[in-house]
């Protein structure tokens, strides 16, 4: 059984730091690349990172470049993703998904991913 479980969400005030995780199992997703999307209310989803099998290839959003960082530890059942977001915005509120796709390649293109988390919520004050 296929399972994303994302952590680490919350509120922090505007200029905070959070950091999400995603723990991936059921598979051998070590050979998958992952990636960070978010939806913020009314709004689709939006790409927000994305990393390589390897980790040798990154992706981040315009948006988000300068402040939040993607990396992943590959282990034998498992794969851990982070996402360090420093310097928040009230605009980086959102819930933020983790996805994995099938590939090893990463990409920014939501329909490419194959699986999903249920999201963790990201509320950022002013």
């Known amino acids: 059984q296929v399972q994303l479980v994302e952590s680490g969400g919350g509120l922090v005030q505007a200029g905070g730091s959070l950091r999400l995780s995603c723990v991936a199992s059921?598979?051998?997703?070590?050979?998958?690349?992952m990636g960070w999307f978010r939806q913020a209310p009314g709004k689709e989803r939006e790409f927000v990172a994305a990393i390589s099998r390897s980790g040798e290839s990154i992706d981040h959003a315009d948006s988000v470049k300068g402040r939040f960082t993607i990396s992943r530890v590959n282990a034998k059942n498992t794969v851990t993703v982070h996402l360090q977001m420093n310097s928040l915005k009230p605009e980086d509120t959102a819930v933020y998904y983790c996805?994995?796709?099938?590939?090893?390649?990463?990409?920014?293109?939501?329909?490419?991913?194959?699986?999903w988390g249920q999201g963790t919520q990201v509320t950022v004050s002013s």
């Open positions: 059921g598979r051998t997703f070590s050979t998958n690349a």
């Open positions: 996805a994995a796709r099938a590939g090893a390649v990463a990409s920014s293109r939501p329909n490419e991913y194959d699986y």
